[in-house]
């Protein structure tokens, strides 16, 4: 990581980090980046909560927000950690190994393909087609719709986190795909 570790933590830091093992088993990854500026990690982390346990949105759909998110930015330590968790809820395993590797997933499960093809849209043209746009609406209501914009978005501000700066992989884990501009970490 490009940081060094927190040796030390403020009142303010070791409440919030405290807070964050409560909820998430433990004060790892992007949350030691985030602590340094613990107004924005308190409010990051309950955005990331929301985003991840009380969506609208089905649990699979919400892994696969942060899959997609992930695989767009590159973000290997993202992909690690939610893998298994969207595989448990329900996602393909075949599917994610496809987008893994820069290729079409091709879901079977019709509403994964529909928020792959939305959030696909939305993260690399900025904008979603009117039939995709219309489809989401039909297959996720209003505020599922809301809350995929805000998973991505709060799940993109994370993959540019972990990158920038250069969060350790997981210590079991390896690189699941290549950065596909040809950055390699030293």
Known sequence: MRLGPLTELSP??????????????????PFLVWLRSPQLCEKVEALGAYCRFESAL?????????????????????????????????????????LARGEDPAFEDAEAALLHRFATEVLTEHLVADATF????????????????????????????????QVDLQPDRRPPFPDLRGYTRV
């Open 12 to 29: 303010e830091q070791a409440e919030l980090s405290a807070r964050i093992t409560a909820r998430r088993g433990g004060t790892r990854g």
């Open 58 to 98: 089905p649990l699979r759909l919400r892994e696969l927000s942060l899959l997609v998110a992930a695989r767009h930015f590159d973000a290997q330590y993202s992909w690690n950690a939610h893998i298994d968790k969207a595989v448990d809820a329900g996602l393909e395993r075949a599917a994610l190994e496809r």
């Open 134 to 165: 219309a489809a989401g609406l039909e297959a996720f209501g209003e505020q599922g719709l809301v809350d995929l914009i805000g998973a991505l978005g709060n799940f993109s501000m994370l993959a540019m986190l972990l990158n920038t700066f």
